[in-house]
């Protein structure tokens, strides 16, 4: 059996009539950008977050870029990131115009470990950047009062972490601006590119919502230096409609992530399967495990018809764009370590039962032929 990495069409066929009555609203209504269905989306994904305030823009790295612009972060800051994220954390920094200081993760969550991030505070830090890396959210209330001791602000990464709950409260109901990505593979995804920042600051929304527009509250009147990131009217329509399977959405895939951590578990010797934090309810954006033959495994599982994909393969300390920092490899061995380890299994709302056997036999198979080989691999 094939199993594909993630099917983006399935959701789309699932909802192909809502989708298509959202594209003839927005069609026939002849209002394209920042009108009623882009004031609606903002609304219910505030609601479903838990937050008063959501300002949806272009894309999840401009609405983690605004967060900062807004919050006055720029040229000559810094700002605390993890080691292993998806890279685009780290531009939407250098797109504000300060400096990405990496921080390595705690090695059990892969997330931003709150007990190193002290050591690497200096005058000029202004700001934490959490990431709910994978749908398991960060540590947040130890990271607010590490915060709170350094008067910095947070921003969360909650690109990957929609409907995620941490200590029963929903990601982006806090105190921080959260800022979420609408990439068609997120756990919500439009058909293109999308993001929010989702706060409880009322004035935090504002200059949000000022720097996505010009700069402008009143047409060609322009108050700040600001740009142009418009969640537009299609996207919108387009995303209240999937946001209303969100749930259900998120609840299959934490029926997946379960069936694996179950069928998988006592493969201890061939593989890391993620670890849940007490506080922490995943959104399961991504199950990813670790093996020190990942290029085998992933080989081999290839070979059995299942698709893979390793989220990420090169820290951004060692990508070419942040030569300039002088990070040699090396200086973050836990991000470096799992980088070369980490692969992501096949998750997603419609992945079937059937698939998801397919996947399990196939890794116990591989862990089988291996262990009989007597390689160890983690
Ligand atoms: C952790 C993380 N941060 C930032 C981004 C950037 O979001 P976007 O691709 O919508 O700009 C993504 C996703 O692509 C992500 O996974």
Known sequence: MNVPFLDLGAATAELSADLDAAYRRVSRSGRYLLGPELEAFEA????????????????????????????????????????????????????????????????????????????????????????????????????AAVAARYRLTVIEDAAQAHGARYHGRPVGSGPAAAAFSFYPGKNLGALGDGGAVVTGDADLADRVRLLRNYGSRVKYQHEIAGTNSRLDELQAAILRAKLAHLSAWNARRAAVADRYLTELADLADALVLPEVAPWAVPSWHLFVVRSRRREELQRELADAGIQTLIHYPVPAHLSPAYAHLDLPAGSLPISEALAGEVLSLPIGPHLSDTAVSAVVSAVREIAAQTHQRGVRVH
Not at 96 to 108: H, I, L, N, Q, T
């Open 44 to 143: 219910e994904f505030a609601a479903y977050c838990g937050a008063t305030h959501c300002v949806a823009v272009g894309t999840g790295c401009d609405a983690l870029a605004l967060s900062l612009r807004a919050n006055g972060i720029g040229a000559g800051d810094e700002v605390i990131v993890p080691g292993n994220t998806f890279v685009g954390t780290w531009l939407a920094v250098t797109a504000a115009g300060a400096r990405p200081v990496p921080v390595e993760p705690d090695e059990s969550t892969y997330n931003l470990d709150p007990a190193r991030i002290e050591a690497a505070v200096t005058p000029r830090t202004r700001a934490i950047m959490p990431v709910h890396l994978y749908g398991h959210p960060a540590d947040l209330d130890a990271i």
